[in-house]
């Protein structure tokens, strides 16, 4: 057992922070840096995942959990990760596609009406004027307060139903950047004049992957491989790892999901838990279809296999394609994202039957012809939110706070952020937890 010290658990992008600030060691469960902000390749005709790219190029390149783009963020850190890794920027392509009438609508729909047609956007816009205002307590609520009921039955009711894995009727409101409102540029954008707006109108990507910013900061922190923790003992100031062994500490910076923290203390929180999503993720490389759109990525509020939102990396940028086919752009590099209830895990057999289910749906929407690599992974916890009133949140990480463990970043914290504000947890809990 190790002498005691601050420590941090998790190497993905808040832990490295965390550890490159502070100096403290870091325990990672897997063999890899990054957390689900990773990069990896496959051949065309290889099984196996790859860790950096082949010296010949023939591979595509896929991120473990789906297409992570780097957007918003404070100056500080967007200025750390260009002196990190050389990045490109991009400007958002994204729309909502309704596959029964193969119709695309650029993103915001309600910024977008003059697609849907003259009678659609203005009951759309009287809808939205006339909404009845109050304080939503639901998701549900807050949408249809916010856009009313045409747009709720066309977009925003099936697709947070699959979103949400049917949990929007419940859940509070929680991420309403995703969807702004401004009656102004819905008007403007029934007459078909709008400009982008939301949290992501351009974002950076690191020229070689998003895992050589992992790879990179790893470098830079003392981080310890293969350490997955099983149990904290908070009377001995314990952690236990999988293999045996254990660590003590003083203090212990934890970027590990709330939800698990606590089973793992076993410390009694008198509060209902706050519930979360999981989120399978279906990386496919395949020959590119005739119908296969420009948009970087869709969201869809109907598919028969229930997934809600379709990626291309390929066109956000084709070095995510094998090399022989860049120039041609006729292959395509895609991510598919399905979720379910937290912890609902599908058996494998159901992970392939769906795997072929999507692939069938893909091709029929003309998107792909071909598929090469068809490699799912399984997130647990990827979209975490609370019960109206709950106070679970609050309670839990004061009572961690009280046995010295600090949670940090978005599922320590349990919230929503972005790779750039995890960064930003990590460096600031780093520096004012870490050695003094
Ligand atoms: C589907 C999806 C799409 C997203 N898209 C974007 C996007 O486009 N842009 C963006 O900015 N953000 C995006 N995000 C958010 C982004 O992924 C998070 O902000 C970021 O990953 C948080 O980093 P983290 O280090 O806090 O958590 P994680 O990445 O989850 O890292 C936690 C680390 O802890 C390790 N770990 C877990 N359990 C144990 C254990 N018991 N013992 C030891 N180690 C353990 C894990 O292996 C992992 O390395 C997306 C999230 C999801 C779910």
Not at 73 to 82: H, M
Not at 141 to 167: I, R, V
Not at 266 to 282: H, N
Request: charged share 25%.
């Amino acid at each position: 057992m190790g002498k005691e010290t601050a420590l941090i658990i998790g190497g993905g992008m808040t832990g490295l922070a965390a550890g490159l600030v502070s100096g403290l060691s870091v325990f990672e469960g897997e063999n890899v840096p990054g957390g689900i902000c990773s990069s990896y390749y496959m051949r065309p005709d290889g099984k196996k995942r790859l860790y950096e790219s082949p010296d010949d190029g023939e591979a595509y390149r896929f991120e473990i959990g789906g297409g992570h783009w780097i957007f918003g963020g404070d100056p500080a850190v967007l200025e750390f990760i260009r002196r990190t890794v050389e990045v490109k920027s991009y400007s958002r392509k994204s729309a909502v596609y309704f596959p029964k009438t193969g119709l695309f609508v650029p993103y915001p729909i309600q910024n977008n009406l003059a697609y849907l047609g003259k009678a659609v956007a203005s009951r759309a816009i009287e809808e939205i004027l006339s909404a009845p205002k109050g304080t939503p307590k639901t998701m549900a609520d807050w949408l249809e307060q916010s856009f009313g009921k045409t747009l709720m039955e066309l977009f925003f009711a099936p697709f947070h139903e699959l979103y949400t894995a049917g949990m929007w009727i419940e859940i509070a409101p929680q991420d309403a950047y995703k969807s702004p409102v401004k009656v102004s540029q819905a008007i403007r954008g029934a007459f078909g004049e709008t400009d982008p707006v939301g949290y992501n109108v351009t974002y950076i990507y690191p020229v070689e992957g998003l895992n050589t910013l992992a790879g990179r900061m790893a470098k830079r922190s003392n981080i310890n491989y293969g350490k997955l923790v099983s149990d904290i003992d908070t009377n001995k100031n314990e952690i236990h790892f999988s293999n045996g062994s254990g660590e003590k500490y003083e203090k212990l910076i934890s970027t590990l999901p709330l939800t698990k923290v606590i089973e793992m203390t076993g410390l009694e929180v008198d509060e209902r838990p706050d519930c979360y999503t999981s989120v399978l993720v279906l990386n496919i490389g395949a020959k590119r279809g005739p119908r296969c759109p420009d948009e970087h990525w869709l969201y869809i509020p109907q598919s028969d296999s229930k997934f809600h939102r379709v990626g291309i990396y390929s066109n956000v940028d084709v070095s995510f394609l094998p090399f022989s086919s860049r120039k041609e752009n006729d292959r395509v590099s895609i991510y598919v994202e399905r979720s379910f209830k937290g912890g609902e895990k599908p058996s494998s057999e159901q992970i392939e039957s769906y795997s072929r289910d999507v692939v069938k749906e893909l091709i029929s929407w003309g998107f792909i012809v071909e598929p090469e690599i068809v490699d799912p992974t399984w997130i647990e916890v990827a979209y975490t939110w609370s019960w109206g009133d709950s106070k679970w949140r609050e309670a839990s990480l004061s009572t961690l706070q009280e046995s010295n463990i600090f949670q940090v970043g978005r599922y320590g914290r349990w919230i929503f952020q972005g790779i750039a504000d995890s960064i930003k947890d990590g460096f600031y809990v780093g520096a004012a937890v870490g050695k003094s």
